[in-house]
């Protein structure tokens, strides 16, 4: 399978049918019980929306990064969150709700942000002095079908199909997204892997350092807030942990400039590492908190 079919057909689909599988799992109620605490909702939408753009601007003017990995990383700052941000959120016992329902408003607010920031950025790069440009209507409808629509489909699904269906369907969708979404990942990194950086490399540092320095930012903030135990792990993966499929697929799809993809690709596979080790730590302290209590 050629690199330019991975990219431009076979990752647009899956992801797709990620986002898919991810609206299989929501319900009007999830929001409801969300909207209940506000002041949750809009800290991770404002980390998310806003504050992690201006960390990767942070580390883009600090680190000497090619103008092409600049764009890379920045843009991986701008994507919504995915699939992957709620499975941590559930595997380190977090608030699924509140993350499932930040995922979902960063996947309706992106498609109209994603496109207008991103031209800013490529402006101040001073790529499109070079002919980069990102045309806005034509990227909105692209991430549309990719990201908002394929979520509400599956909302309606979830609707129409019976309860005893869905206990059965939900496990193997996930299984399936899950498994086809590491594979075309693992696919485009095989086909990329002369042209990307060197794992002791500038991008290396800048996209450990934007997964490290969000969760960090969002813990940090959701803990001076006195937010419950379950909403700061929910946020910090939520702010950490950024959609690189999405980035791919616009790097890939729409900018047609696999330098730039070769950033968000480095992201996906490196910002497994600072959110397991993180997760292990938080598992680690619930045992032994447990524990203590078990105790006379």
Known sequence: MSAEWLSQVVLPWVLASVMMAMGLNLTGADFVRTWRHPRRVLLGT????????????GLVLLLPLPPLAAAGLLLVALVPGGATSNMFSYLVQGDLALSVSLTAIAAVLAPFTLPLVMGWNLELLGLTARGLALPYWHTVGQLLLVTLLPVL????????????????????????????????????????????????????????????????????????????????RAITVEVGVQNAGVAMMVAFVILQQPAIALVPLLYGLLMNVPVFLWMFAC???????????ERP
């Open 46 to 57: 404002g980390l998310q929306m806003l504050a992690l753009p201006l960390l990767a601007w």
């Open 283 to 293: 598992l680690w302290r619930d045992r032994q908190l447990a524990a203590a209590a």
């Open 153 to 232: 489909a599956g909302m309606l699904l979830r609707r129409s199909l019976p309860v005893r269906w869905l206990a059965w369907l939900l496990p193997k969708v996930k299984v399936f997204t899950g498994v086809a979404m590491i594979a075309v990942v693992a696919a485009l990194f095989v086909s990329h892997a002369e042209r990307l950086p060197a794992l002791l490399s500038l991008e290396t540092l800048a996209v450990l350092l934007l997964c490290m320095l969000g969760m960090t930012l969002g813990r940090q903030l959701a803990r001076r807030l006195r937010l419950p135990h379950a909403s700061v």
